[in-house]
């Protein structure tokens, strides 16, 4: 791994937000100045392809990358805000009602956020 991707995880890991390859990029910008954009990128995509990080795609909206943790997510459908719940693991319902093991799975709900709602 290199020093860069290293230093990438340590801040995905470390981060309570679900922060964005251009806000990860500005990140490691303050510690490593003469990274460049697509560095970041190439080891985001290589460390999600590697199970290191979670790659959270939402419609409209760049993905953000999230530690492994177990957990999942809850996703405001007006303004996009984005926050960590945890749910009963549902690994042995799911495998069960397929019949077979699953890898993973990423569940993510929608709701209006309490900011939203006042509106």
Not at 27 to 37: A, F, G
Not at 53 to 80: A, F, M, N, T
């Amino acid at each position: 791994m290199t020093r860069y991707a290293k230093r990438i995880l340590e801040i995905v890991d470390q981060s309570d937000e679900h922060m964005t390859a251009e806000q990860l990029y500005l990140e490691l910008k303050k510690t490593e100045p003469k990274v460049v954009q697509a560095t970041v990128y190439n080891n985001l995509n290589t460390m999600y392809k590697e199970g290191l990080i979670r790659k959270l795609s939402l419609e409209g909206s760049p993905d953000r990358y999230d530690k492994i943790k177990k957990h999942d997510h809850l996703v405001c459908k007006k303004c996009g805000a984005l926050s960590d719940m945890t749910f009963r693991d549902m690994t042995g319902d799911l495998e069960r009602q397929l019949g077979e093991g699953i890898l993973s799975y990423d569940l993510k709900v929608f709701y209006l956020c309490p900011k939203c709602r006042e509106i």
